[in-house]
């Protein structure tokens, strides 16, 4: 177990509709990444957070956007949901911003109808 | 051409054999180097870090090759448990900006 939890971890929304997703971080981790997942391809990053900003974003659309709190958990929320959403959503907590082991949690799996 | 590339799998060996996963990257300004392993439904876990002198941990060994762009992982006397799909990781940036490869699966069969 890695300490990284997701909610929800399976959850279905129609195109068009609005999802959140939370991640709470591993203890003592102040960094949270998130990551896509599409069925057999390796997770692509979508974008980091460090002291509740932003810190680095990966070729996804501003639909995509988060947030992280003075906890270090954070929501991943997706705006105009399309049918190619739907994967499996990856939190990853770290120590620091820097290259380090990613501790990740077991999923979201989204299904857009 | 994709930042990271890896053998298209899948590698389906006997207990007790070599096997040897290849991985390409190409920005040449990536520090920092990994293999992951994901079992089916499961979430990625750090198999082990790459160094440039190339590291060892059991029947795991890493190696790279910086002027080629190019990471290794070979696993010694296969284990059934090996069976899983290992993801080859660079770093972007100096920070966790981490891109992954498609993964090559690996099944260990009796």
């Known amino acids: 177990e890695t300490g990284v939890t997701q909610s929800p971890t399976h959850l279905i929304k129609t195109r068009g509709q609005q999802v959140t997703l939370r991640c709470s971080s591993q203890?003592?981790?102040?960094?949270v990444s998130w990551y896509q997942q599409a069925l057999g391809q390796g997770p692509q990053f979508i974008f980091q957070y460090y002291r509740e900003e932003e810190n680095g974003r990966g070729n996804f659309p501003p639909r995509f956007s988060g947030l992280q709190f003075p906890n270090y958990s954070s929501e991943l929320n997706v705006n105009a949901l399309e049918l190619d959403d739907s994967v499996l959503y990856l939190c990853?907590?770290?120590?620091?911003?820097?290259?380090?082991?990613?501790?990740f949690g077991e999923g979201s799996r989204l299904t857009v109808l | 051409r994709k930042e990271v590339e890896q053998d298209p799998g899948p590698f389906n060996v006997p207990e007790g054999a070599t096997v040897a996963f290849n991985c390409t990257y190409s920005n040449s300004a990536s520090q920092s180097f990994f293999w992951y392993r994901q079992d089916c439904r499961k979430e990625p876990k750090l198999l082990m870090s790459?160094?440039?002198s190339g590291n060892e941990d059991g029947r795991f060994t890493a190696q790279l090759n910086r002027a080629s762009q190019y990471i290794s992982l070979l696993i010694r006397d296969s284990k059934l448990s090996d069976s899983a799909t290992y993801l080859c990781?660079?770093?972007?940036?100096?920070?966790?900006?981490?891109?992954f490869g498609a993964g090559t699966r690996l099944t260990v069969k009796p």
């Open positions: 203890s003592g981790h102040n960094t």
């Open positions: 990781v660079v770093n972007k940036r100096y920070n966790n900006d981490m891109r």
């Open positions: 790459v160094y440039s």
């Open positions: 990853a907590s770290s120590r620091s911003t820097g290259p380090g082991e990613l501790f």
